[in-house]
């Protein structure tokens, strides 16, 4: 379907890139976020051991995911918590990613 938001192999006009990990629940709480909203970003699957995350680590300075690279706002960031924080109040209304409000208290103990 044309317009649909999720996963672009190729870094074209989509304004978001989300560097993720294959079935980390802090990167799915993000992607749930971006779909609600329904942004257009481009998925980036890292490493999944720490020390070979080198393209995180340049794009944003850590080695953890999720992470995402507005190129709109021109901003890069890590920390799910912090990434559905600036998502709601950069893109949404403050309701459609209101819908889990007990996984904040779960993502208390950061990321991977």
């Not at 079935?23 to 993000?30: M, Y």
């Not at 709109?72 to 924080?85: F, L, Y």
């Not at 209304?93 to 208390?108: L, N, Y």
Request: net charge negative.
């Amino acid at each position: 379907m044309a317009g649909m938001s999720g996963s672009v192999s190729a870094p074209t006009d989509v304004p978001i890139t989300f560097y993720r990990l294959q079935g980390c629940p802090f990167c799915e709480r993000v992607a749930r976020v971006l779909e609600a909203y329904d942004l257009e970003y481009t998925s980036r699957f890292v490493e999944p051991m720490h020390s070979r995350r080198d393209v995180v680590k340049r794009v944003a300075g850590v080695r953890t995911v999720p992470v995402i690279v507005d190129e709109t706002t021109g901003v890069t960031m890590a920390e799910s918590a912090n990434i559905v924080d600036y998502l709601e109040s950069t893109y949404g209304d403050g309701d459609a990613a209101a819908e889990q409000p007990t996984e904040a208290v779960a993502d208390a103990g950061g990321d991977d």
